[in-house]
């Protein structure tokens, strides 16, 4: 889709009710939501992060949602993909603001030129005990991306209607750090698989995508 026209539909997403969990669990992989189902609270000791899904105009004007691929290194999501984002930090005013540093820290997009469209569902990921509060950010120009080369191995841009195929969803067979041989839902874009909990918020952003775009 062309970027002008998903520029003046993304507004209507604001008075969207938000389909949460129901979304959340259909890319969910079975462990993840029997750990949820399970957990009565959180623990006591869990951390709080801030993501961004960025929409932007690419050069030939077709808008394009970012990724960021992880380093590998020893941390719970090495080499997964994600959206741009981060821990919160105790400088940040909340969590919207933390999405926004991180996202010009990761990607080299300033936070002063993102539009925020809106908050998303927040998520809880068991294995490194983050609770994520994702944003969807509009970005009006094609981007001079510079990418923060000890946290990012590169960055996936994808087109929307990549997002929007459901040929493009997938089921794959996964060795993780905390999980070996492991089924999963996941979407399948520009060559990368997109599971767990970014999977969950993706389809988040899908289904409201879903209601604006296709009707």
Not at 36 to 60: I, W
Not at 79 to 96: R, S
């Amino acid at each position: 889709m062309d970027f002008k026209s998903f520029s003046e539909r993304i507004s209507k997403i604001k008075n969207l009710p938000l389909p949460g969990e129901s979304a959340h669990f259909e890319m969910a992989p079975e462990m993840r939501i029997a750990e949820l189902k399970a957990m009565a609270k959180r623990p006591a000791q869990y951390r709080r992060a801030g993501v961004m899904a960025l929409f932007y105009p690419g050069s030939d004007g077709v808008t394009r949602l970012l990724f960021i691929l992880r380093n590998s290194d020893s941390g719970v999501h090495s080499a997964q993909v994600a959206f741009p984002g981060g821990q919160y930090e105790n400088a940040d005013q909340d969590l919207q603001q933390t999405a926004l540093r991180e996202t010009e820290e990761e990607v080299g997009v300033p936070a002063s030129q993102i539009q925020l469209i809106r908050a998303l569902s927040q998520i809880y990921i068991p294995p490194s005990r983050f609770e994520v509060s994702p944003f969807i950010g509009l970005l009006p120009h094609t981007p001079e991306f510079r990418k923060q080369d000890s946290e990012v191995a590169d960055l996936i841009e994808v087109p929307v209607q990549d997002v929007m195929r459901n040929s493009n969803l997938v089921r794959r067979r996964l060795t993780t750090s905390y999980a070996r041989e492991i089924t999963v839902p996941a979407f399948e874009l520009e060559g990368h698989i997109v599971w767990g909990a970014t999977a969950m918020m993706l389809n988040e952003v899908k289904s409201l995508l879903k209601e604006i775009l296709l009707t």
